[in-house]
């Protein structure tokens, strides 16, 4: 028997009790920073929600989000804007203390988490309604959950468990079921989320799929229950725009009397040149017309998709500017990021409140402005090249994927289904990109 043997056997009780106290107030100190961060961001938010209540943008949820719009109507919309608060409020604190695995400081990341919740793009974000809000959050708990598994990794105590990895794979369930409850776009999200996750976490990969595999299964379960389902009706809205734009590339081609019978051709032709909205089509359209002409859509669509594939991906790419433009488009006049302007119901707990943040927030809608504040595609890259920085100089190539893979998973549903340039598609990079970028500032080693 070895000497450091003996001697660890022979420790006395004094010095064990005070091992435990030791790390126990590490614990304690770990989670002081978070909870305060979450806890300062929820009384801004608090401000927000009141100023906004019952919400600040309070049109009808979109058609693709029919849980969501389910939930509205049983809670109504001042709860699950308070909700909405609570969520991104912890999902900031969640990411602060992850960042803090890798030695970002409380001084540079707390800051910046207080700045989010309380400037009017990300404030008044939370405090509005529509399936893009919990996507965001979400993403927040993802990009947190996977950062925290991969210290773990660093570390060696991914194997372990413990009641804190469970924490985080808790997390990582409850944002993939957060985006799976949102529709199509948000389960998509969740998929190639957890995709990448699964391939840069490899001690914990098993886990992450069984457990991404229930979140996404929920949906499913749910609409086989009886309750609201995604049925893809917004489709034959993306199929049309698909194809106005396929018709402006090839203005020679005969005119599909199918096609004609939904819009005459001048429509057509003016929502080919304007690709960056569905509405370029859809406002110039007769909608009864499109309901019962879905199929011979969807079968002109099919065969474009079939033909020219390139045409199809053109049209995506054009309405999914946002996701990877740091600038507003110029083509048309639905090219502008989409800044929606404060709902009538939107009157607030308290007037002159509810006035200085509609003053706030119309004042930062200059268009110098647009690209700093309103375009998440700016913070998406600038976290990403700090991630990429940290991992250069700590050799920690993982890094990168686990956290960019929620925004990532953003970028690329949204390109598939992008149906205009609204601002709050982005709001998972608007959100985390900002609080990646604190890796920067981490120039020596990581905290233990």
Known sequence: MSTGTTLGEARPEWAQRQERERRHRRAK???????????????????????AYPAFTAGPPDGSAPLYAAALR????????????????????????????????????????LALAALPPTGSLAVSLGPGVPCAAAALLLTGAGLRLLAR??????????????????????????LALTGTRGAGTGL????????ALPRVRARLALLAALALAVPIALALLGHPADRGGSLHTLRAADLARARQADPAAPADPALTALAPPGA????????????????????????????????????????HPDRVLDARLCRGRLAWSVWAGGGGPHAATVVPDAADSSHGLWRPLHAAADWSRTLLRA????????????????????????????????LVPVAGAAVLATQLALTASAADQDYRGMGAALLAGPLLATLATVRSRRAA
Do not use: I, K, M
């Open 153 to 178: 990794h660093g570390e060696g105590t991914a194997r372990r468990g413990g009641p804190a990895q469970r924490l985080d794979l808790a997390a990582l369930f409850g944002a993939v079921l957060l």
């Open 29 to 51: 100190s770990r989670l002081r920073l978070p909870f305060a961060v979450a806890a300062a961001c929820q009384a801004v938010l608090l401000l927000w929600w009141a100023a």
């Open 192 to 199: 190639v989320a957890v995709l990448v996750l699964v391939a």
């Open 268 to 307: 057509w032709a003016a929502a080919g040149a304007d690709c960056s909205a569905t509405a370029a089509l859809t406002d110039r359209w007769n909608a009864a017309a499109a309901r019962r002409g879905a199929d011979e859509l969807a079968a002109a669509w099919r065969q474009l998709l079939r033909d």
């Open 367 to 398: 268009p110098q402005l647009d690209w700093l504040l309103w375009r998440g595609a700016l913070w998406a890259y600038a976290g990403l090249a700090a991630a990429l920085l940290y991992a250069w100089r700590h050799r920690l190539p993982a």
């Open 74 to 113: 049983a809670v109504h919309a001042g709860p699950l804007t308070l909700a909405q608060t609570v969520a991104v409020a912890f999902g900031l604190g969640y990411l602060v203390a992850a960042l803090s695995r890798f030695g970002v400081r409380g001084r540079h990341s707390a800051p910046v988490a």
